[in-house]
Protein backbone atom coordinates (compact mmCIF):
# COMPACT_ATOMS: atom_id res chain seq x y z
CA UNK A 1 0.00 0.00 0.00
CA UNK A 2 2.70 2.43 0.85
CA UNK A 3 4.02 1.81 -2.73
CA UNK A 4 1.16 2.85 -4.01
CA UNK A 5 1.04 5.63 -2.18
CA UNK A 6 4.32 6.88 -3.06
CA UNK A 7 3.38 6.31 -7.26
CA UNK A 8 0.79 8.54 -6.48
CA UNK A 9 2.40 11.33 -4.23
CA UNK A 10 5.27 11.01 -7.58
CA UNK A 11 2.90 11.24 -10.09
CA UNK A 12 1.33 13.96 -8.86
CA UNK A 13 4.51 15.53 -8.06
CA UNK A 14 5.25 15.46 -11.70
CA UNK A 15 2.39 16.12 -13.32
CA UNK A 16 2.78 19.71 -10.92
CA UNK A 17 6.14 20.11 -12.22
CA UNK A 18 5.22 19.64 -15.92
CA UNK A 19 2.39 22.34 -15.66
CA UNK A 20 4.47 24.69 -14.25
CA UNK A 21 7.20 24.31 -17.06
CA UNK A 22 3.93 24.93 -19.15
CA UNK A 23 2.73 27.73 -17.64
CA UNK A 24 6.65 29.73 -17.44
CA UNK A 25 8.28 31.52 -19.80
CA UNK A 26 7.96 35.10 -20.79
CA UNK A 27 6.51 36.52 -17.92
CA UNK A 28 3.59 36.99 -19.86
CA UNK A 29 4.33 40.79 -21.71
CA UNK A 30 5.51 39.71 -24.59
CA UNK A 31 9.20 40.00 -24.87
CA UNK A 32 11.83 37.64 -25.12
CA UNK A 33 13.49 38.12 -21.30
CA UNK A 34 10.20 39.32 -19.68
CA UNK A 35 12.72 42.63 -19.12
CA UNK A 36 10.87 45.60 -17.25
CA UNK A 37 12.77 48.82 -16.76
CA UNK A 38 11.37 51.71 -14.83
CA UNK A 39 12.80 55.60 -16.19
CA UNK A 40 11.71 58.91 -13.94
CA UNK A 41 10.71 61.50 -16.64
CA UNK A 42 9.86 65.33 -15.38
CA UNK A 43 8.00 67.50 -17.84
CA UNK A 44 7.87 71.08 -16.91
CA UNK A 45 7.92 74.40 -18.78
CA UNK A 46 9.73 73.69 -21.03
CA UNK A 47 12.00 70.74 -20.82
CA UNK A 48 11.38 66.85 -20.49
CA UNK A 49 14.28 65.13 -18.26
CA UNK A 50 14.41 61.10 -18.37
CA UNK A 51 15.95 59.38 -15.92
CA UNK A 52 17.92 56.74 -17.38
CA UNK A 53 17.66 57.49 -21.02
CA UNK A 54 18.37 54.54 -22.39
CA UNK A 55 17.26 51.14 -21.56
CA UNK A 56 16.73 47.27 -23.14
CA UNK A 57 14.17 46.13 -25.18
CA UNK A 58 11.00 45.33 -22.93
CA UNK A 59 8.23 46.54 -20.79
CA UNK A 60 8.88 50.34 -19.75
CA UNK A 61 7.80 52.24 -17.03
CA UNK A 62 7.49 55.43 -17.31
CA UNK A 63 6.87 57.41 -14.24
CA UNK A 64 6.16 60.79 -15.31
CA UNK A 65 5.60 63.78 -13.01
CA UNK A 66 4.56 67.61 -13.88
CA UNK A 67 6.72 69.80 -11.68
CA UNK A 68 5.60 72.96 -14.22
CA UNK A 69 2.84 75.32 -13.88
CA UNK A 70 0.88 74.05 -16.84
CA UNK A 71 -0.53 70.87 -17.83
CA UNK A 72 1.59 69.00 -20.28
CA UNK A 73 1.54 65.26 -22.20
CA UNK A 74 3.76 62.39 -22.70
CA UNK A 75 3.94 61.06 -26.26
CA UNK A 76 6.34 58.63 -27.49
CA UNK A 77 7.41 58.30 -30.80
CA UNK A 78 9.34 56.06 -32.75
CA UNK A 79 11.73 57.83 -35.37
CA UNK A 80 15.41 58.11 -36.50
CA UNK A 81 15.03 61.90 -36.55
CA UNK A 82 17.16 63.64 -33.93
CA UNK A 83 14.91 64.98 -30.87
CA UNK A 84 14.90 68.86 -32.69
CA UNK A 85 14.13 67.35 -36.23
CA UNK A 86 10.37 66.30 -35.81
CA UNK A 87 7.84 67.35 -38.68
CA UNK A 88 6.06 70.31 -37.38
CA UNK A 89 3.43 71.54 -38.38
CA UNK A 90 2.23 75.02 -37.35
CA UNK A 91 2.89 74.48 -33.22
CA UNK A 92 2.26 70.58 -33.29
CA UNK A 93 4.43 67.88 -34.26
CA UNK A 94 2.63 65.59 -37.03
CA UNK A 95 2.45 62.44 -35.75
CA UNK A 96 0.78 60.85 -38.74
CA UNK A 97 3.82 62.15 -40.46
CA UNK A 98 5.17 58.57 -41.97
CA UNK A 99 8.88 59.09 -40.18
CA UNK A 100 7.16 58.96 -36.81
CA UNK A 101 5.83 55.72 -35.22
CA UNK A 102 3.09 56.76 -32.40
CA UNK A 103 3.93 54.41 -29.32
CA UNK A 104 1.69 55.65 -26.75
CA UNK A 105 1.15 58.84 -24.83
CA UNK A 106 0.03 59.93 -21.26
CA UNK A 107 -2.34 62.99 -22.17
CA UNK A 108 -3.42 65.87 -19.62
CA UNK A 109 -1.06 65.83 -16.87
CA UNK A 110 -2.13 68.36 -14.09
CA UNK A 111 0.57 70.21 -12.48
CA UNK A 112 1.98 68.66 -9.30
CA UNK A 113 0.50 65.32 -10.44
CA UNK A 114 2.25 62.38 -11.16
CA UNK A 115 1.29 59.81 -14.44
CA UNK A 116 2.16 56.20 -14.99
CA UNK A 117 2.57 54.89 -19.10
CA UNK A 118 4.20 51.70 -19.38
CA UNK A 119 4.71 50.20 -23.01
CA UNK A 120 6.87 47.28 -24.96
CA UNK A 121 9.48 48.94 -26.65
CA UNK A 122 11.42 47.32 -29.21
CA UNK A 123 15.16 48.09 -30.11
CA UNK A 124 15.27 51.30 -31.86
CA UNK A 125 15.62 55.05 -30.82
CA UNK A 126 12.48 56.87 -29.58
CA UNK A 127 11.39 61.08 -29.26
CA UNK A 128 9.74 61.85 -26.20
CA UNK A 129 7.78 65.07 -26.55
CA UNK A 130 5.32 67.25 -25.47
CA UNK A 131 3.04 68.06 -28.15
CA UNK A 132 0.62 70.41 -26.63
CA UNK A 133 0.51 73.54 -28.93
CA UNK A 134 4.15 75.38 -29.39
CA UNK A 135 5.51 73.26 -26.21
CA UNK A 136 7.78 71.24 -28.52
CA UNK A 137 9.01 73.55 -30.76
CA UNK A 138 9.67 75.25 -27.20
CA UNK A 139 11.90 72.59 -26.43
CA UNK A 140 10.09 69.77 -24.52
CA UNK A 141 11.54 67.01 -26.22
CA UNK A 142 14.25 64.18 -25.28
CA UNK A 143 15.96 61.58 -26.87
CA UNK A 144 15.31 57.86 -26.17
CA UNK A 145 16.85 54.74 -26.86
CA UNK A 146 16.04 51.32 -26.33
CA UNK A 147 19.31 48.84 -27.31
Request: glycine fraction near 12%.
Amino acid sequence: MQQQSLRRVLGIMAALALAATACGGSGGSGDAGGTSHSVDATVKDFAITLDPSSVTAGDVEFSITNDGPSVHEFVVLGTDLAAGELPVEGSEVNEDDASLSSEGEAEDIEPGTTASLTLNLAAGSYVVICNISGHYTSGMRAAFTVS
